[in-house]
């Protein structure tokens, strides 16, 4: 099993940045492949980006290429992902998940992870 914090979310003006963290516990976080996912009020959960184990392959959405980026430190069991040029529609549930230690790359799925994060809000003001 491997339990998930996320942390980090808040209120950001338009153009301002937050950067979360996902804790991660149970067995070594190095064996797993990790995403990001968000979910806006009445819309489905979407993929944001996703990370290797090794953090060498890093996925990003197109909507926050260039904007978001995803990162791991695996001395601290901890995946990030930092968001800069925050827009509106930026604002959502954010959510990390792990994908199973067999896979060693990310995926844009969700039904590719195993475990989740119980998720922290972020709301970008106009």
């Known amino acids: 099993q491997v339990q998930l914090v996320e942390s980090g979310g808040g209120l950001v003006q338009a153009g301002g940045s937050l950067r979360l963290s996902c804790a991660a516990s149970g067995r070594t976080f190095s064996n797993n492949a990790m995403g990001w996912f968000r979910q806006a009020p009445g819309k489905e959960r979407d993929f944001v980006a996703a990370?290797?184990?090794?953090?060498?392959?890093?996925t990003q959405a197109d909507s926050v290429k260039g904007r978001f980026t995803i990162s791991r430190d695996n001395a601290k069991n901890t995946v990030y992902l930092q968001m800069n040029s925050l827009k509106p529609e930026d604002t959502a549930v954010y959510y990390c998940?792990?994908?199973?230690?067999?896979?060693?790359?990310?995926?844009?799925?969700?039904?590719?992870?195993?475990?989740w994060g119980q998720g922290t809000q972020v709301t970008v003001s106009s």
């Open positions: 998940a792990a994908r199973s230690s067999v896979y060693g790359l990310g995926s844009l799925r969700q039904d590719a992870y195993d475990y």
């Open positions: 990370i290797s184990k090794g953090g060498l392959t890093t």
